[in-house]
């Protein structure tokens, strides 16, 4: 085919291109993969090959296919097949939930669920392992919470573990007995533990699952965090042997401070959700002061200074891109520390070092954050479901702190740039919902405009993978990875644009989901 001869055209549309050169046109022209010609309908038909498809748009907005810059992929494909616990928010409901699955697992298996939010149950109490063992006294059952930073195992499966009384996170009655409630350590144990019972088949099954949802909801592009142990390295491996095979662009982060490995693979950065701390819901983010609604408590840090010190500095000496995971404000400043430290000392332009939330950043963490030439990615759909003083954020942190959870704002107007993600499964893998939640931020001071809230997620989000040449934007040359919607972001009421579809997703310039239709079958051959 010729290089000015294009096999797919869309006319008569609205083609929001974030290309501050062309910002708009009303067709564009597709050359195999590559995006062709920007502009008017009439002339983008000139381009056309013989046999060329041409769409009529009928007035649809055209965006840059989206950029979802955290996500724990196969754990979203994982969840899907869990048992659903979102929704259920008693004990009684969890434990109605979990014996309608031990009638049909076979006994002495795993029984995983995932979803539950003890902040939404009326004592704010998740079940214990005793009430697990009531309904499912024969199986392993491993309940996750919604944040993926503690859950609750019954008796037969801490058996099995056999983790040590003393191990961080494994809580304790008043008779010094397990309550089967794991946080911190303990949880991390728990997910090592299940990890190493998934198998090929199950990892296929969820991999295919993620991608139909990312393209369901017009994700282009993912950067999936996968690894962080032995058999969880296993989800990074499959991923890398298989993202060739899936219509969709994959970019892994391996969840590892083997620095050796990922140079001995290839690959450009290391990290993703490696833990600085935990989450808010979970009361494990560090905290410089301690929990409103648990004063005793102030978060967990996976690291001690000094070594997270040496890995930074492996990693940044090794050439990499780092990325962290930092939401507290103690995490968030033994992260700055560290980088600050070893930027210094071997200084290195346009690295791009990534954190990953930064929620609860002081503005002297902005401004350090900023003067380092970070990457801030952060997951506005955090405050939708959380954020606000009436909501688990307040509860948790009180009311001085929650105003200033996920400044986006704030950090835009710094000179911030930041790139965008769902952190699926935790929240959906839905970044129409997630620009909706960058727009109606519960603090009104920041709120992102329409167009701020869709660069993260587009020419950012390219940007945060050193991909701004080639995705991010409409631009001719650049890869033909856009998304057709049936409303336009820029003219809907604010409080509405979480209830707009995506109609077509186009990747390479095909056309791999289409509202209208099924979405294609692929085989990954697992």
């Not at 969840?255 to 990922?262: E, F, I, L, N, P």
């Not at 631009?475 to 990875?481: H, I």
């Amino acid at each position: 085919m010729e290089w000015r001869s294009a096999n797919l055209i869309l006319v008569n549309g609205n083609i929001i291109t974030m290309d501050g050169h062309r910002p708009c046109g009303s067709a564009l022209a597709i050359s195999d993969n590559h995006i062709l010609f920007v502009g008017g309908s009439r002339e983008a038909l000139s381009f056309a090959a013989p046999g060329a498809t041409v769409i009529d748009l009928m007035g649809r907005t055209v965006l840059p296919g989206l950029i979802d810059n955290h996500c724990h992929f196969m754990q979203t494909g994982y969840a899907a097949n869990d048992v659903d616990l979102q929704g259920k928010n008693t004990i009684a409901a969890i434990k109605e939930a979990i014996a309608i699955a031990a009638r049909y697992f076979p006994s002495d298996s795993m029984i995983r669920g995932y979803g539950y939010d003890d902040y939404l149950f009326p004592q704010g109490i998740p079940p214990c392992r005793h009430d697990l063992d009531k309904v499912a006294p024969n199986h392993l059952v491993w309940l996750s919470r919604v944040d993926l930073h503690s859950s609750v195992v019954n008796t037969p499966l801490l058996n099995s573990m056999e983790i040590p009384l003393d191990t961080p996170g494994l809580e304790l009655d008043k008779k010094g007995e397990p309550t089967g409630r794991l946080r911190s350590e303990a949880d991390r144990l728990v997910r090592e533990y299940n990890s190493s019972l998934i198998g090929s088949k199950t990892r296929g099954a969820a991999l295919r699952e993620a991608v139909r949802q990312a393209l369901r909801t017009g994700v282009t592009t993912v950067c999936a965090m996968e690894g962080g142990d032995e058999s969880q390295d296993k989800d990074a491996e499959f991923l890398l042997q298989h993202q060739e095979q899936v219509p969709i662009r994959l970019e892994v982060f391996y969840q590892t401070t083997d620095v050796a490995r990922v140079v001995d693979l290839g690959l450009p950065r290391i990290g993703g959700c490696i833990l600085i701390d935990g989450s808010f819901g979970s009361r494990t983010a560090a905290l410089l002061e301690p929990y409103a609604d648990d004063p005793q408590n102030s978060g967990y840090l996976y690291f001690e200074q000094d070594e997270l010190n040496h890995f930074v500095e492996e990693a940044h000496t090794a050439g990499l891109q780092l990325s962290m995971h930092v939401i507290g404000d103690r995490g968030i400043e033994m992260m700055l520390t560290s980088l600050e430290k070893v930027l210094s000392k071997y200084p290195r332009l346009d690295h791009r070092h990534r954190l990953e939330h930064f929620e609860l950043p002081t503005p002297e963490h902005i401004r350090r954050a900023r003067d380092l030439g970070l990457i801030l990615s952060v997951q506005p759909a955090f405050e939708y479901f959380w954020g606000g003083a009436d909501n688990m954020y307040g509860e948790r942190l009180g009311p001085e702190r929650v105003m200033r959870t996920n400044p986006l704002r704030t950090m835009v107007d710094q000179g911030l740039v930041l790139a965008g993600g769902s952190d699926s499964a935790v929240t959906p893998m839905d970044i129409i919902l997630a620009i909706h939640a960058a727009v109606n931020h519960p603090n009104k001071e920041e709120c992102l405009e329409v167009f701020q809230a869709i660069r993260m997620f587009t020419l950012h989000g390219a940007a945060a993978l050193f991909r701004e040449k080639e995705l991010g934007s409409i631009t001719p040359g650049k890869l033909a990875d856009i998304i057709v919607l049936a409303e336009d972001p820029c003219f809907i009421t604010a409080g509405n644009l979480k209830d707009i579809n995506v109609d077509l997703t186009i990747v390479a310039g095909k056309i791999v989901y289409d509202r209208g239709g099924a979405v294609p079958l692929f085989d990954i051959g697992a």
